[in-house]
């Protein structure tokens, strides 16, 4: 049997920082009612990912300066370092996928002396006090602006055991193509309706203790229906 490669896939907002960042950074800098109704319509399956972002970035007023200046308040969930340095250790690639905004992750990783971690999300450019959001990996899934199943779709092999930690709505594309999951918040609750399999988590001080756990057993294998999945979607292509 084929050796399998384990690889790291987390999502950013409220996984590896403690606040979801971008949503408190559209309700200080934008419209917060007009950002809320945008949120709850993109929950019901009734805006896209792409439109939300558009929507709630039309309101935005601050300098580049004022918004890194924010990033600043907010925190690393207390284990998250040890986690990634753990990863490193071990030779197991992470990488960042999210379906936030570039200068919170690059500068929140800059600040914590983690700018090694390769991310993948949207971005945005500040024009003097207004925001002008970029989707570079819009897909055709309508859910998301940055869709994480698509980046795992086209970043990992046949070989990969792919693992993933995440806490929201914006996790639902990855979750359906990975191996072993860890989940909390909204995540855990749409595994649990959705019978995907998972670790629940509340800090990465949890992931790393199960994870490392995990390897050393070396019984680790492919969830049969993520592969069944990842198999349906190259066959569609
Ligand atoms: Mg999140």
Not at 198 to 224: C, M, Q, T, W
Request: glycine residues 6%; proline residues 3%.
């Amino acid at each position: 049997m084929t050796e399998l490669t384990p690889r790291v896939f987390v999502d950013f907002d409220g996984t590896i920082t403690r606040i979801d960042v971008g949503n408190s950074f559209f309700r200080k800098f934008g419209d917060e009612r007009a950002s809320l109704k945008a949120v709850a319509k993109w929950k019901a399956g009734e805006l896209s990912g792409s439109d939300l972002l558009i929507e709630e970035a039309k309101h935005v007023s601050v300098s580049r300066e004022g918004a890194i200046a924010f990033c600043s308040t907010c925190e690393l969930d207390p284990g998250f370092k040890a986690f990634f340095s753990f990863c490193n250790e071990q030779g197991i690639e992470l990488k960042i996928l999210s379906d936030g905004l570039d200068f919170y992750i690059s500068e929140i990783l800059e600040q914590n002396d983690l700018s090694v971690i390769p991310y993948y999300s949207n971005k945005a450019k500040f024009n003097s006090h207004s925001l002008e959001v970029e989707l570079p990996y819009a897909s055709e899934c309508h859910k998301c602006a940055n869709c994480k199943g698509y980046q795992i779709l086209t970043q990992t092999g046949p070989d990969d055991l792919i693992v993933y930690v995440g806490n929201g709505f914006s996790d639902r594309c990855a979750v359906q193509y990975a191996d072993i999951v860890f989940a909390k918040d909204e995540l855990l609750k749409y595994c649990e309706e959705n019978n995907i399999t998972y670790f629940p988590f509340s800090d990465f001080n949890e992931v790393l203790s199960r994870f490392s756990a995990i390897l050393k057993s070396g019984r680790f294998k492919k969830r049969h229906r993520a592969e069944l999945k990842r198999r349906e979607a190259y066959l569609a292509e």
